[in-house]
């Protein structure tokens, strides 16, 4: 199976250690600084039925949503962030399936249905977010959100 790696951060990707296009800072807003979106053949290790999982880092003021799931064919498709907002104090998530990038495209698609680990880092200006709705749409279509609230440490 094919290994890969997409950075997605402060607005380009890098496939494979390759410059692939540029996104002019496309997830960045008023709160969000960057986004960076690792992604890797999941290998049949990972469970892909399982809604994502989210967990907070205050202290680099950044959120991490990770899971995994059927892309499609493990010649041509990938994880990909599909969305990104932040509302009302939350942040909205979805990460889904696409066509892989690359510098050269494959000359054609395999039958092998595969899946990916992915990891989406959202790191912000000033806080962390109190809660977040993580969403990701596989190639099956399926669907999976979690939603986790941030606790506080009590002083």
């Known amino acids: 199976m094919r290994r890969r790696e997409l950075l997605v951060t402060a607005g380009a990707v890098v496939s494979a250690g390759c ?44 959120v ?31 990460v889904t399936y696409g066509e892989a990038g690359g510098i050269i495209p494959p000359l054609g698609c395999t039958g092998a249905m595969t899946a990916d ?15 977040v709705v993580a969403e990701e749409r596989d190639a099956v279509s399926e669907s999976r959100m979690t939603t986790t609230t941030r606790t506080k440490p009590v002083d």
């Open 117 to 131: 680990e992915y990891e989406l880092v959202v790191t912000f200006r000033d806080f962390v977010p109190e809660t």
């Open 19 to 62: 410059v692939e296009a540029l996104v002019g800072g496309k997830w960045a807003g008023e709160h969000i600084k960057t986004t960076a979106l690792s992604v890797r053949d999941a290998g049949g290790s990972s469970p892909v039925n399982e809604p994502p999982s989210v967990a907070f880092r205050p202290e680099s003021k950044q």
């Open 64 to 94: 991490v949503v990770s899971g995994a799931l059927l892309v499609g064919s493990e010649s041509c498709d990938e994880a990909k962030i599909e969305s990104i907002r932040f509302e009302e104090g939350t942040l909205h998530t979805v």
